[in-house]
């Protein structure tokens, strides 16, 4: 078992939807959760960084874990055709250096 | 100007050849990561470096070696390139806490024929 699973869909959506990016994890001492957007030919890029449980927000993105499901999520409002991209999460633990755990990401496309 | 820039951006060679990677930032961050990113199995760890005389192995150095020449230049080395070496290469960097997340460039495209 991974210790981080990621649908890799495609995952088709409307312009305007709202999109629910989820990832679960088997490692319940994870502590530090991200989000990265990846565009085709393009580096990994830092969308939303959370600490433990919660919800944070940032312009159309929330960023939401749940710690007692070991689960994390991210929600975009309000998608645009600019947000076609693959959705990476990542996840590491705390105390000194942790290496960080990717999950294999999920494609999203928004139709015009 | 990027960040964090590899180069070059794609290569082809062949089984065999000595093939280097090069990285450089201009974030003025101390740690520095190489990974690669397979379809299918994410990102993975090759080695990382904390500053230009602490170099560590991640889960996937054989085949691979480092060099760190300076505080922003992070050099990845295929020894003896083998096709199963064939993926995208990336470099990345985090400010010098474990808390920082990790920034990344816009990676290397090889293919080993």
């Known amino acids: 078992q991974k210790e981080v699973e990621q649908d890799p869909g495609p995952l088709s959506v409307p312009e305007g939807a709202i999109v629910s990016l989820n990832c679960t994890y088997s490692n319940s001492a994870f502590q530090y959760f991200m989000w990265y957007r990846q565009y085709s030919r393009k580096g990994p890029e830092l969308l939303m960084y959370t600490y433990s449980s919660g919800n944070k927000e940032d312009g159309r993105f929330t960023a939401q874990v749940d710690k007692s499901s070991k689960y994390i999520s991210l929600f975009i409002r309000d998608s645009q055709p600019s947000d076609s991209a693959t959705y990476l999460c990542?996840?590491?633990?705390?105390?000194?250096?942790?290496?960080?755990?990717f999950g294999i990401g999920t494609k999203l496309q928004v139709i015009p | 100007d990027a960040d964090v820039t590899q180069t070059p951006r794609n290569r082809i060679t062949k089984t065999g050849k000595r093939i280097m990677l090069e990285c450089s930032q201009t974030k003025g961050h101390d740690r520095m990561y190489w990974y690669r990113q397979d379809p299918g199995l994410g990102l993975r760890l090759i080695y990382y470096?904390?500053?230009?005389?602490?170099?560590n192995k991640g889960e996937i150095s054989d085949g691979y070696s480092v060099s760190r020449q300076a505080q922003a230049k992070f050099s990845l080395s295929l020894e003896s390139a083998i096709p199963n070496q064939t993926a995208l290469y990336f470099c990345a960097t985090s400010a010098g806490t474990d808390i920082e997340p990790q920034h990344f460039g816009d990676g290397t495209r090889l293919s080993i024929l």
């Open positions: 470096s904390f500053d230009v005389k602490d170099i």
């Open positions: 990542a996840m590491k633990l705390s105390g000194g250096y942790q290496k960080v755990t």
